[in-house]
């Protein structure tokens, strides 16, 4: 990496990072979070038995939606035509863990569209089961790993 930030300019003004020029590649990314709760709201969003139905379902939903509107949401981002957006769900002892990929053939990365639906599907969680616990955290995310680009493949530290 050069050091120098890519959505600025010359003189510092925030730019959209001109792609035009670069060979459309395979490209993925995979993110992670999790959100904490207490143990009777784990169980009844895990078992679909939420006050509002089956939240991970919903959540599931939500981060496909998201990882779509990514453009929309963060500023300087490209709108993508993703090729596929898949999110995982793992019941831990305290928390749900989700963990999402994002893939196309494009001239830029999708961090940001995985990025984007595990924070969606995480906040849907949190919707779907504040009334069993407000106290509820999100934690964690973060970027797993990135395939493809010029600057190649890269995943997070352990």
């Known amino acids: ?60 939903i939500a981060g496909i939606m998201a990882a779509k509107k990514t453009a929309e949401l963060i500023p300087l981002c490209h709108p993508l035509a993703l090729d596929a957006v898949s999110l995982d769900f793992a019941v831990e002892p305290d928390a749900v863990r989700i963990t999402a990929t994002a893939s196309l053939t494009g001239r830029t990365g999708v961090e940001m569209e995985a990025m984007t639906a595990v924070c969606v599907a995480l906040l849907t969680l949190y919707d779907m089961g504040k009334a069993l616990d407000k106290a509820m955290a999100i934690e964690g995310v973060r970027l797993l790993a990135k395939r493809g680009g010029k600057s190649g493949d890269w995943n997070a530290p352990e």
């Open 1 to 60: 990496m050069n050091g120098r930030l890519t959505h600025l300019d010359e003189s510092g003004a925030a730019r959209m990072v001109d792609v035009g020029g670069k060979p459309a590649t395979a490209r993925s990314a995979t993110a992670t979070g999790r959100i904490r709760m207490s143990p009777g709201a784990l169980a009844a969003l895990a078992d679909g038995a939420g006050p509002k139905g089956d939240a991970l379902a919903a959540a599931r």
